[in-house]
């Protein structure tokens, strides 16, 4: 291997890396799985990734595949941002805004900017990037494309694929293409060209036109708000029979080609927000109202229920929930974070009254804020998940395995029944937070990977979990997408249909598995045993206190 980081380190303007410690701090990402690279690039320019792609290409051809993986700041929760192969690092080189048109609110990026410090960016013009992930202060905006991201804004605003307009992409063998949406003139034109972009776009409109039927079904089955399993086909080909690839490659996860820019669209930004905390003695109340909740438009339902403010109080001696309830009170069921932003303050007002007039008699008690330091005050107890993310004691580690289920709104409640009851039986602690207005939450179990019935419960979890999400409708994957570790379920999802269209358009953009193999598709559950850490930590994010 040393000879091939020889060759590209001739080749390429970015550094090439091969030393153990490199290697060792890349195998991991904040899944818990394990897989060491090969070597460390980290490009500078779009035309170091071309030369890295076609030097692979290359050597596929004659029987050696490199596989190459992209990589932000290694937030990613599923493997997705760890590979055998070369592992492209973004941040150091590829990180800046390289034009902001505020009058059209568009900016073109590289995706190894800071999330932040676009937000910041943005602020000053007016402007923001609405589905920011929690991970936003220290994740990249080429991770947030990959995985499709949202965040607690998502629920007005969407995930990040609604907010992408093209982007620049090195596919597989090194070509580098422009996606847009193309009219079906300029679709037969791509469709005659002699190059990987030709074949991609012969290939993925015969899929499209085979497979027309299953794809509108399964579209219209799933009735959940937010879904990142499998690659989106809904989008990308309109009645009019013109083809846009971007929603395609946005939550490809590195997949189908490599993200070397992107045109994103943002939106006007008010700092001046109102928000609502109210707590629940009852889950029925709190989840039967949140459909009346939505017609709102508010920016963000969140919650996080009884069994986290518990485990915050015993960890860290502190009752955060008596900022809303006052001392000396009982643990509430459930905290609901109602939050409006629009621009206008008497608009805000007229949403909070209305509000407030739905949770009459359903409440404990309700904190109103709209200055910022009070509002601060009172999300920092929505953050407080961060304490279960962050456990690490005595071998035993919060696990990020099942940790992204949504299901339709209507089935909240139920579900919730499920997982409570799931946890039970696996003699497990349980505490739940995420996206209420979504019925998108986030749990992470503690075990202990050292131990042989610890790993064995892993997929005993996993399996039942899935189920559970499944038999409500739901999707596996909200916003967090498949990667390595849930690649096995896709189909369980999908069905079986639908995974081998999945196939079909990775070996179209990828036929000779150099594009981040084993994601999204192709890995059995054995493949993720087999790379399970012997334990768990997130220390490579430690200085961010990382958050979900």
Known sequence: ????????????????????????????????????????????????????????????????????????????????????????????????????????????????????????????????????????????IGGAIANNTAGEKSVKYGQMRTWIDRLEVVLADGEVIQTSRLSRREVDKKKGLATMEGEVYRAVDGILTDNAELINTYTQQLKVSKNSVGYELASVRKKDGSIDLTPLLVGSQGTLGIITESIVRVEPYSPHTSLVVSAFADLDAALGVIESIRTLKPSAIEMVDKHLLQFVAKNQGNKVYEEITGPDTDVPEILLFIEFDESGERHREKKVKKLLKLLQNKTIASAIASNASDQEKLWSIRHAAAAIVNYDESGKAALPIIEDGIVPVGEFRSFLDDVYALFTKNHLEVAIWGHAGDANIHMQPFLDLRKTTDRQKVFKLMDEYYKLVLKYGGSIAA????????????????????????????????????????VKTGTSLKEVADMLRDEYSIAHLADHLPRT
């Open 1 to 140: 291997m040393n000879k091939i980081a020889t060759y590209l380190q001739g080749h390429l303007s970015g550094e090439v890396l091969v030393s153990e410690s490199a290697r060792k701090f890349f195998s991991h990402d904040a899944s818990v799985l394990e897989l060491k690279p090969s070597l460390i690039i980290y490009p500078r320019t779009t035309n170091d990734i071309r030369k890295v792609a076609r030097f692979t290409w290359q050597l596929a051809e004659k029987g050696h595949v490199l596989p190459m993986t992209a990589r932000g700041s290694g937030t990613d929760q599923t493997g997705a941002a760890i590979g055998k192969g070369a592992i492209l690092v973004f941040p150091a080189h590829m990180n800046k805004i390289l034009e902001l048109d505020s009058k059209q609110k568009m900016v073109r990026l590289q995706p190894g900017l800071n999330f932040k410090s676009l937000e910041e960016t943005l602020h000053t013009h007016g402007l923001f990037l609405p589905p920011y992930p929690a991970s936003y202060q220290y994740s990249t």
């Open 479 to 518: 916003e967090h997408n498949d990667g390595r570790l849930r690649a096995p379920y896709v189909a369980a999802q999908v069905g079986e249909e639908m995974a081998a269209v999945y196939a079909q358009i990775k070996a179209a953009f990828d036929p000779h598995g150099t594009l981040n193999p084993g």
